[in-house]
Every structure is written in structure tokens, then in C-alpha cells.
């Protein structure tokens, strides 16, 4: 069954941290170039940060300095470490394949920045 699981949003203070885990099935996992989305209300959804399966990172400009990324493929998991966290980066997150090939997106995690 292909299917991804996002875990480890919730509520921080302003320039708190959180890491979020993305568990991937059905999938192959290492050969796919996997990414972290986020949606905030009224929004669309925007890539924040991508993972090449060599291991190669990319961020959007206004994430990076902040957030990283990491994949474990062993674990078929992916997980996106968030330090600095502003009221700006509130929003549901998720992950997915970039590019072509993304599979149907999952639930989502919460994060909630509070000033």
C-alpha cells in the first residue's frame, strides 16, 4: 500500500523547535527525490526543503538557515528538523516525491508558531 504518514507537529513558541518524521510505504523509498510541503490557510501549498536520493539539499529562501532535512533510508523515513520556528512557518506539513511520480499526499501534521 503506498502510503505516507507525517508525524510530530504541535504547538511552539516563537523560536522554539520542532522535528517532524515523514514514514514512506509502498514506495521505493531510496531512489526518490522527496520533499517537505507546507500549506497555511488561504494558501497554496509550497515546497519548503527537497532531498536527492545521493543526499543533495535545497531549501526555499524563507526556511533556510532554519530547517533541515534528512532522510533515512533505511527506515524509508524522512524527517525535517525546524529551529527559529516564526509565526510565519504555521501551517500543515507534508511530504511527498518531488516532482513526477508524487503519490497521494497523506494527513498532514499541524504546526502551530505562537508570538
Known amino acids: 500500500q503506498v502510503q505516507l504518514v507525517e508525524s510530530g507537529g504541535g504547538l511552539v513558541q516563537a523560536g522554539g523547535s520542532l522535528r517532524l518524521s515523514c514514514a514512506a510505504s509502498?514506495?521505493?523509498?531510496?531512489?526518490?527525490?522527496m520533499g517537505w510541503y507546507r500549506q497555511a490557510p488561504g494558501k497554496q501549498r509550497e515546497l519548503v526543503a527537497g532531498?536527492?536520493?545521493?543526499?543533495?539539499?535545497n531549501y526555499a529562501d524563507s526556511v533556510k538557515g532554519r530547517f533541515t532535512i534528512a532522510r533515512d533510508n533505511a527506515k524509508n523515513t524522512v524527517y525535517l528538523q525546524m529551529n527559529s520556528l516564526k509565526p510565519e512557518d504555521t501551517a500543515v506539513y507534508y511530504c511527498n516525491i518531488v516532482g513526477l511520480g508524487r503519490i497521494d499526499w497523506g494527513q498532514g501534521t499541524q504546526v502551530t508558531v505562537s508570538s
Open positions: 532531498i536527492t536520493s545521493g543526499g543533495s539539499t
Open positions: 509502498g514506495i521505493i523509498f531510496s531512489r526518490n527525490y
